[in-house]
């Protein structure tokens, strides 16, 4: 059974940074795209990043281009989300999720447990 164990979550303000992790503990990570779905009360979940299997292409939702950048290591089998520039917007439980090819949430093959992302001053 894959687990997949996330970090790097917490309170941070406005402009900020933070990087997560996702670390997979078995190999069948290496056969799919990795990425990073969240949720905010009241909203429906949503992919914010992905990352294909060798690492060369990505993903990332309009609302966070240019701020958010997604890479994976897989000697490491782990998957990072760098954010910056946070806003109060980006604040939202955080999944790390296995097979992210779609932006259908009920595509995920495996999900971590979240990390919460809270922006606020």
């Known amino acids: 059974q894959l687990q997949l164990a996330e970090s790097g979550g917490g309170l941070v303000q406005p402009g900020g940074s933070l990087r997560l992790s996702c670390a997979a503990s078995g190999s069948i990570v290496d056969h799919y795209a990795v990425g990073w779905f969240r949720q905010a009360p009241g909203k429906e979940r949503e992919r914010v990043s992905c990352v294909n299997i060798d690492g060369g292409s990505t993903l990332h939702a309009d609302s966070v281009k240019g701020r958010f950048k997604i890479s994976r290591d897989n000697a490491k089998r782990t998957v990072y989300l760098q954010m910056t520039s946070l806003k109060p917007e980006d604040t939202a439980v955080y999944y790390c999720?296995?097979?992210?090819?779609?932006?259908?949430?009920?595509?995920?093959?495996?999900w971590g447990q979240g990390t919460q992302v809270t922006v606020s001053s």
């Open positions: 999720a296995v097979d992210c090819r779609s932006t259908n949430w009920r595509s995920v093959s495996y």
